[in-house]
């Protein structure tokens, strides 16, 4: 006992403090309850529900003291400091602890200070201790059901379901009845926010699943109507429809979609798992069903490599060039996830930069960042940037790559593209740069335009360099990536937006496409994976027809095609392929750990005639004449089939 009154005179003033709590207050007395009733029914269960007036008095009597030693040893496990509203295991492992101490004090006490010469029967102690674990523990849980999923919630659910269409409509004032596809966790969790959050107005009518044991059952009183392909048949008693389906391939991806165009309703989705970053779902994620879900091939994520690309970031200061871009500005926000000690944030367009700086302030995390405005052309400006921050690792992005512009402006290209990627390569091993990841394109792989010439020939630097030096060099060739700036979608997107026609150059050409969250990725990968030397591509499935992309895209804005939305062909512009390749005749193909991830081996390139080669192109950015320029990427690059010159070109 005089352990028990000093512990509870060393903790009488946060208890003063915590007893203001109503919500406390409110714990402290259905624990009480609890005690009561647990040594009441113990009596009762013991003595066959009859108990004589005696043994009801001493049970009074003694009360006072084992109330007052149980909430001692309750606070002592700190009992109420935690939010109840999150039991789990281990909160249901502290009450058992704390009863069980709580009892043996009681055994202790009757024991030694039975100042009414009363022994409590030992099993009535025993029944105690069983009796107050459930209902303290069961407590506990009501309190964790009621917060994480109301009661009133599903009820009130239920009601609007039974009112029927009337009070679930669309025109605003009304529940928006959704249907939800994919009964599994995520579904689950969005169901579980929707019926906790009066606020968002909208009523769920039932899932969807292609899992036959799911059918007919109901999650939190919600039925799982169907299989998937049978959604068309319910059309009429929903408005809306959910796909919570984030690990999804992107085949299944495309066969749910039509079954949702058949339906004529509005569809949305979860993001794919890659794109829960720290996977957490939420309605808030919830997103409109892009290109990106139903280009047919399944995104890179969970790879593995996750762990090499935290052991090549972690604590690395990080030059990224062209972070205000579209590829570069992901390859930043990726960045934050690998507690870099600092990130460097490169780019000439004022506008870009302060965009993404004003985005990398509102994120928290161990990262610092700093923003600069410069142009990758200017040596000297580059070499202080170096100088001062002393990148270990340069990401390369900044690029000009809109072809038919580059066409016309092609010394623009070569001072940029390569005059300004020589600059960093030059300098890299001078500050002493671990790493330096280019990006480059699959145009670099013959060439037929400017943009994808310059490419090649930042690739043959890069490989000339390599083992040169401590610091080593590697390409990242792409494909087209989904809405990235100069890209055909946002082309499309304003097209549309105007009420068409769309306009494409064949009906029958192609393209490899990707996700730009997945190009950082790559990227990211390929500086953990490079040894140097190596030239990274993606195994990118099979090419897509740009015209059936136009046509999804028109779909997917809620038109016909042909009807609302126009398509027309125009023909190839000066510069482009029908169809482009990943890799060149010479170049060999190496698996790596990554099953989607490959190598290309390359010729060494190697001489001072290259080196001559690459200077005299850089000369002949300052003369503006077309014709030079493309004379002399033809002898850098043998495979280079620019278009015909035409009279305009000089």
């Known amino acids: 006992m005089t352990f028990i009154i000093f512990m509870m005179y060393e903790k009488s003033i946060s208890m003063k403090k915590q007893l203001i709590n109503k919500h406390l207050c409110f714990l402290l007395f259905i624990d009480l309850i609890i005690i009561f009733l647990s040594l009441y029914l113990s009596f009762l269960l013991r003595f066959d529900f009859k108990i004589n007036h005696s043994d009801i008095a001493l049970i009074y009597i003694n ?13 002592y ?62 407590s506990r849980i009501v309190i964790r059901i009621h917060y994480s999923l109301p009661t009133y919630s599903i009820l009130k659910n239920q009601f609007l379901l039974l009112k029927g269409s009337n009070s679930a409509n669309t025109n605003g004032k009304g529940n928006k009845r959704v249907s939800i596809i994919g009964a599994g966790d995520s ?34 009183g919600v039925p799982v109507l169907g299989f998937i392909e049978e959604i068309n048949y319910f059309k009429n008693i929903y408005d809306e429809i959910i796909i919570c389906l984030p690990a999804a391939t992107n085949e299944q991806m495309q066969i749910i979609i039509e079954r949702c165009k058949e339906t004529g309703k509005k569809f949305r989705t979860l993001p794919a798992i890659w794109e829960l970053i720290d996977g957490s779902v939420s309605v808030n994620k919830i997103r409109e069903v892009s290109l990106v879900d139903i280009l047919g091939r399944d995104e890179i994520y969970n790879d ?16 990224v060039t062209g972070a205000g871009g579209s590829i570069g500005s992901e390859v930043v926000r990726q960045c934050f996830r690998y507690e870099l000690e600092l990130l460097i944030l490169l780019d000439i367009s004022e506008y870009n930069i302060f965009q993404i700086d004003s985005e990398c302030n509102l994120r928290n995390g161990k990262t610092k960042h700093i923003s600069i405005l410069a142009d990758i052309r200017n040596r000297s400006t580059i070499e ?48 002493k740069v671990e ?68 306009t494409i150059t064949h009906s029958e050409m192609t393209r490899y496409f990707m996700s730009i969250a997945e190009a950082a990725r790559l990227i990211l990968q390929a500086g953990a994976l490079g040894r140097g030397g190596e030239i990274f591509v993606l195994e990118m499935g099979k090419p897509v027809r740009i015209d059936y ?45 990554h099953k989607k991830i490959m190598i290309l081996k390359s010729r060494i390139t190697n001489g001072n005639a290259f080196n001559d080669n690459v200077k005299d192109i850089i000369q002949l950015s300052n003369c503006f004449s077309i014709q030079k320029i493309k004379t002399k990427i033809k002898e850098i690059i043998p495979e280079y089939e620019p278009g015909a010159l035409s009279p305009k070109d000089d």
Not at 88 to 98: N, P, R
Not at 305 to 310: K, S, V
């Open 187 to 220: 579904g689950e969790q969005i169901l579980r926010e929707i019926l906790a959050r009066s606020d968002l107005k909208i009523v769920a009518v039932g899932f969807f699943d292609d899992d036959p044991s799911k059918i007919g059952s109901t999650i939190h």
């Open 384 to 431: 202080n940037i170096l100088k001062k921050y002393k990148p270990e690792i340069i990401i390369h992005t900044a690029a000009y790559k809109h072809v038919p512009i580059q066409e016309k402006y092609p010394w623009e290209a070569i001072k940029t593209n390569v005059c300004g990627s020589l600059n960093l390569i030059e300098l890299s091993p001078k500050y």
């Open 435 to 502: 790493s330096f990841i280019f990006v480059s394109s699959d145009k670099a792989v013959c060439p037929t335009n400017i943009m994808g010439a310059t490419k090649r020939i930042v690739e043959m630097i890069i490989n000339s360099k390599n083992n040169k030096s401590a610091t080593r060099f590697n390409a990242v060739r792409f494909g087209n990536v989904i809405g990235s700036s100069g890209s055909v979608i946002p082309i499309f997107k304003e097209q549309i937006a105007r009420g068409g026609p769309v």
């Open 77 to 138: 496990f700190k009992f109420y400091r935690g939010m109840w509203r999150y039991t789990s295991i281990v909160d249901i492992i502290t009450i058992l602890q704390a009863v069980l101490f709580s009892s043996i004090s009681l055994i202790v006490f009757f024991w030694f200070f039975n100042p009414f010469n009363y022994v409590f029967p030992r099993s009535v102690l025993i029944l105690d201790f069983i009796l107050t674990s459930f209902l303290i523990s069961l």
């Open 304 to 319: 593995g490599n996750e762990d090499l690309a935290y052991e090549y970031l972690k604590g690395k200061r990080v030059l």
């Open 549 to 593: 992309l136009a046509r999804e895209l028109i779909k997917l804005s809620g038109f016909e095609v042909g009807k609302d939305i126009k398509i027309e062909y125009t023909g190839l512009r000066p510069g482009e392929k029908m169809n482009e390749q990943l890799i060149l005749d010479f170049e060999e193909l190496i698996p790596t750990k």
């Open 63 to 75: 009360l006072p003291v084992i109330i007052l030693i149980k909430l001692s040893l309750f606070w």
